[in-house]
């Protein structure tokens, strides 16, 4: 059905689909869409078969969801101020824009998005908002544009699936990624996250200098792949980046930076437990992997996290100090910034024939420093009445830096 006027008023009332589906639009000659407003309580409903919209605005409402079941589908539409009730589905199968600052789209229900929505029409320092308790499933579509206005997803929203989204997005609700087979996630430029971030199952790619991240809250690998790379960095000052489960390539094939927070497993002391049990050279579950060049600025290892410099890797520690309460495996470079100390507090810093570049003595107050350097092995310093230096070599030969140990002497240093 189309109605061929600029402006349709839906007061009070509803438009269904009915036994098999259908089709309601607004368009007038030259396909320029109309406006449906339904700002008094209109509705459109699926009941017996989907119910696909095209038209230019659609100007408040609630979807909703009749007994004989389907989703409300737009083809074409600019919304505004749309509800999508508990057990609704609307399915974005072209392309949807939410425009005006300070609006929003409240999901109750289900929002299936197979296209793509665009938020707001032109650069600038104004929001859109994504709210309510329900879900949106990325079923390759794709959010924003990298232009116009912020998305705000908010607390009680969670985004599933698998798809891309676009910078400016800040994040305090869910982010859920899962993705089948070869199908990657994407944030291909700035964001913000003061929620939770997972992936379920698949790759989730961080790529390039426009690629920041801001984290406050948690982003975690709870299976499969995160991989930061092509100059990608993450303030995550105050934030969590977890691999729980799965593993976090840490500058993947080219570089990435780091800065603050914990690296860590994120499951509290259940998986710092296992953690522990499980530490040795070939615990590689639930890792931070380094295989080409990483720069960690002012980062905390945490107790359940494991980090792996593999070989060829170049891991960098910089800012005022790195602190390990977890397990290093160090089977390439680390390099310890002249400003930056290395402190160990609990753990395990482990050499698989790897090298350790520093100018101050590292600083092991607590845990083991074990394994093989050129060829020498290393004995696991335990407590110390007093602070003692043990010396190691680096593959040239020449002399390492100074580990510091506190406790009394093992039977190695007496």
């Known amino acids: ?30 396909d320029m869409g109309g406006t449906l407003d339904s700002r008094f309580g209109g509705r ?32 074409i539409a600019t919304l505004q101020n749309l509800t999508v009730a508990a057990g609704a589905e609307l399915g974005v199968t072209g392309h949807a824009d939410l425009m005006a600052a300070g609006t929003s789209l409240t999901n109750n229900g289900t929002v299936r998005v197979k296209g793509s929505i665009n938020f707001g029409i032109y650069n600038g320092d104004y929001q859109i908002f994504l709210g309510g308790k ?31 989204i676009n910078s400016p997005f800040v994040n305090e609700g869910t982010v ?13 430029g700035p964001v913000v996250n003061r929620g939770r971030v997972r992936v379920l199952r698949g790759k989730l790619s961080i790529s390039g200098a426009a690629a920041s991240i801001t984290n406050h809250g948690t982003i975690s690998a709870s299976s ?11 303030d995550n000052t105050g934030g969590l980046l977890a691999a729980d489960g ?32 499980m530490r040795g050279p070939g615990f590689e579950s639930g890792s931070f992997q380094v295989q ?37 495996r160090i089977a390439g470079t680390l390099v310890v910034s002249p400003e930056t100390n290395y402190i160990q507090t609990s753990g395990a810093t482990v050499l698989e024939r790897g090298t350790i570049s520093a100018t101050r003595d590292l600083q092991i107050l607590g845990g083991t420093l074990s394994g093989m350097a050129a060829n020498k092995p290393l004995a696991s310093p335990t407590s110390a009445s007093a602070p003692q230096a043990l010396q190691f070599y680096a593959r040239t030969g020449t002399t390492g830096p ?6 009394p002497r093992s039977r190695a240093h007496r």
């Not at 960690?296 to 309460?325: C, E, H, K, S």
């Open 1 to 30: 059905m189309n109605v061929n006027r600029p402006l349709v008023m839906n007061n009070g009332g509803t438009i269904t689909s009915g036994d098999g589906g259908g089709t309601f639009s607004i368009k007038m000659p030259y």
């Open 44 to 75: 459109l409903v699926a009941d017996g078969g989907d119910l696909t919209v095209s038209l230019g605005t659609l100007f408040q409402g609630t979807v909703q969801r009749g007994e004989a079941g389907g989703a409300v589908n737009i083809g």
């Open 134 to 164: 329900g879900v949106m499933i990325l079923d390759g579509g794709t959010l924003g544009s990298g232009t116009g206005a912020t998305l705000v997803n908010q607390a009680g929203q969670t985004i599933t699936g698998c798809g891309t």
């Open 176 to 188: 859920d990624f899962n993705c089948g087979g070869s199908q990657s996630a994407r944030f291909p």
């Open 224 to 234: 499969d792949t995160i991989t930061l790379e092509k100059g990608a960095a993450i």
């Open 246 to 277: 799965g593993n976090v390539y840490l500058g993947g094939a080219s570089g990435a930076t780091v800065t603050g927070g914990r690296l860590d497993a994120g499951g509290g002391s259940v998986k710092a437990w296992k953690a522990a049990s």
């Open 292 to 328: 080409k060049a990483v720069t960690l600025r002012d980062v905390t290892l945490g107790a359940a996290g494991t980090l792996v410099t593999t070989a060829g890797g170049v891991t960098t520690l910089a800012g005022a100090q790195f602190v390990n309460q977890g397990t290093n």
């Open 402 to 407: 100074r580990v510091r140990c506190r406790g």
